[in-house]
């Protein structure tokens, strides 16, 4: 496995390719990040990961800085899972000027649920995916499903841009108790960790219930905050929406529900096709 940091290196390198597949990452990987690596082997003639920590979807109070950088424990799991080449640019590699040509994505995709509690984050998203997959001109690239209003967004941004790549979802991995992973599990405390899987178990409850043929969605939707609250987490949303779209759910639609909420400092998401 080759580790590339500038441009100038991955150009080279990706020469000989005709179709990279590339799984954008912020480093800091888990079992999720190795699954996508692995399903992107077959899906392309090199397959390649990308590790930045991109500043543009932070906001200022947000955890930019102290978001864990693991290059070289990341590269040997890469390279376990059978990853060819690592394209791990500094800001200056990937942002030799500022980076005043943004994408925005559409407010009815980008500017609810995770758009409407963190402001600008889809765009910053849009933006170094964007950039990320010109560089690795990849032709397939893998996000996780555990990120869905991401992997829509990016879905409809590659779309609308008629750029030459397929957007392939992988599976949420989750621990043995439910969690799913994520680089952010690791601010849990031992305690917070125990109790982190409520958030996989209130959207099971709620997937239930929707499957049994309940529709009284608003009343489910409180229901389900409520009890995450009397458990000690602050939501954000814990919803249920249309899968086509994540515009709220009518009867007769195929669903998703979704949750964001806080324990202690850490701020989780999960979802569940229902
Ligand atoms: O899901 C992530 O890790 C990031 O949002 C991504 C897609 C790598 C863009 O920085």
Redesign the pocket.
């Known amino acids: 496995m080759k580790l590339v940091h500038t441009l100038k290196d991955l150009r080279q390198h990706l020469d000989a390719y005709r179709h990279p597949a590339v799984v ?3 480093g800091n990987l888990h079992a999720g990040h190795l699954a996508l690596v692995r399903q992107a082997k077959p899906l392309g003639d090199i397959t390649v990961a990308t590790i ?1 920590v ?1 500043r543009l ?1 932070f906001a200022p109070h947000e955890d930019f800085d102290t978001y864990p950088r693991t290059l070289e424990a990341d590269c040997a799991q890469l390279e376990a899972a059978g990853c060819d080449l690592v394209f791990a640019p500094g800001e200056a590699d990937l942002y030799p000027q500022p980076q005043t040509f943004r994408v925005q994505a559409p407010a009815a995709l980008a500017d609810i649920l995770e758009g409407h509690f963190r402001p600008g984050f889809f765009g910053g ?1 849009c933006t ?2 964007m950039k990320l997959l010109s560089c690795t001109q990849a032709r397939t690239a893998l ?1 996780g499903k555990k ?1 869905y209003q ?1 992997l829509m967004v990016l879905r409809n941004m590659v779309q609308q841009f008629a750029m030459p790549v397929e957007i392939v979802g992988g599976e949420t991995q989750r621990a043995a108790d439910g969690l799913a992973l994520s680089s952010r599990n690791g601010y849990l405390s031992a305690t917070e960790r125990a109790q982190a899987v409520q958030l996989s178990q209130t959207l099971r409850s709620l997937a239930e219930a929707l499957r049994t043929g309940a529709n009284h969605y608003a009343e489910l939707e409180s229901q389900a905050m409520q009890s995450l609250t009397e458990k000690g987490w602050k939501p954000d949303y814990v919803v249920a929406r249309r899968r086509a779209d994540l515009q709220p759910a009518q009867p007769g639609d195929a669903l998703v529900v979704l949750a964001a909420a806080r324990l202690g400092t850490t701020r989780l998401i999960d979802n569940l096709e229902v």
């Open positions: 954008p990452t912020m930045f991109n979807q998203v170094v995916v996000f990120d991401q």
